[in-house]
């Protein structure tokens, strides 16, 4: 399903002035840590946390345990099962893969994909930090711009693709190293052309890491099998969390007659005729499909899946699903 923006394209944040932006990531900061810190109570190592590497005692095996914990030296001595407690890590590295292609510039609803991404990210930083952890990440936008040709065009260049511009931001522990992150996230500008959500991903399985939380925040519009390979790699070694943001035009569309839209990563300029109700039926269709898709690579690659849309309270579906992880944690289920 092709990528569709409305043409007229809102003023993007790196783009709006340092002041403005300062201001709008205060006030941000502000709120995720009024919330949080209301909601969510308890000390715990970060927002999937897992029981741990650290070997601790043994007890009896009970049905649902992982019998890859199975402790067989005293299972051979007392002849009953018994597996191995493991003590949770208290400092645990976060590292983020935050996907900012142009598709991220686009949003009919109270905010843009792009205010979600780095919104979702303050909130991430924040629930990291607060526990001494370390939390880096990894930031790819569109492709560079080409090169100024040598002679006249009569039409532009086509857009460039490929791997796109990847940062990288070093795991540091402390709140001025975290603002600093964010603000990397914040003045990143948005590049026209197709970048690679795969290659991305795969920036954090190099160079290997202790284990740890990797957090990977997209419209994951890219195609699955583009980055389906890269996570699931990602997973064997790190619990993964898979930040998916949606905006609701992504999902259908209205009966507003013609609507001029624009790809934004091709610059391809359509006229959709929206008062067709075999076309908006059609689109919807091929939306529920894609998405479909993209929760059956995200559940095959064994990653959480959080949904973040542009026109719903995005701390309110973060904390409800950090809740949820930490009661299904506490009771000895797994995602």
Not at 230 to 258: M, T
Request: glycine share 8%; proline share 9%.
């Amino acid at each position: 399903m092709a990528r569709a923006a409305p043409v007229t394209t809102p003023v993007r944040p790196a783009e709006a002035g340092g002041e403005r932006t300062e201001a709008v990531l205060s006030r941000l900061q502000l709120l995720v840590t009024r919330k949080l810190d209301g909601l969510l109570q308890g000390d715990y190592a970060g927002l999937l946390p897992g029981p741990g590497s650290e070997a601790g005692e043994s007890r009896e095996y009970r049905p649902g345990d992982d019998v890859r914990r199975m402790d067989w030296p005293v299972t051979a001595r007392t002849t009953t099962p018994h597996v191995r407690r493991t003590v949770a890590d208290r400092e645990l590295e976060t590292w983020l893969a935050v996907d900012l292609s142009a598709s991220l510039d686009f949003g009919t609803g109270r905010w843009l994909k792009r205010d979600v991404v780095v919104a979702a990210t303050a909130a991430l930083t924040h629930l990291t930090v607060r526990g001494g952890n370390r939390i880096g990440a990894v930031i790819g936008t569109g492709a560079a711009p080409p090169p100024a040709p040598a002679r006249r065009w009569r039409s532009a260049p086509p857009p460039p693709s490929g791997p796109g511009v990847l940062t990288r931001v070093p795991a540091r522990s402390g709140r001025r190293e975290a603002q600093a992150l964010l603000r990397a996230v914040a003045h990143t500008p948005l590049r026209p052309g197709r970048g690679d959500l795969g290659a991305l991903v795969d920036l954090l399985n190099r160079p290997p890491r202790r284990r740890g939380l990797a957090v990977v925040i997209s419209d994951f519009l890219a195609p699955p099998e583009q980055w389906g390979r890269p996570l699931r790699k990602l997973r064997v070694r790190h619990d993964v969390l898979a930040i998916e943001v949606v905006d609701p035009r992504e999902l259908e569309l209205p009966d507003v007659g013609v609507l001029p839209v624009v790809d934004p990563e091709t610059g391809e300029l359509h006229e959709v005729q929206t008062a067709d109700p075999r076309l908006r039926r059609r689109y919807a269709e091929a939306a529920a499909a894609q998405r479909g898709a993209i929760a059956a690579e995200l559940r095959a690659a064994g990653a959480g899946h959080l949904l973040l849309r542009t026109d719903r309270d995005w701390l309110l579906d973060m904390v409800r699903f950090v809740a949820a992880q930490r009661h299904a944690r506490t009771r000895g289920t797994t995602r």
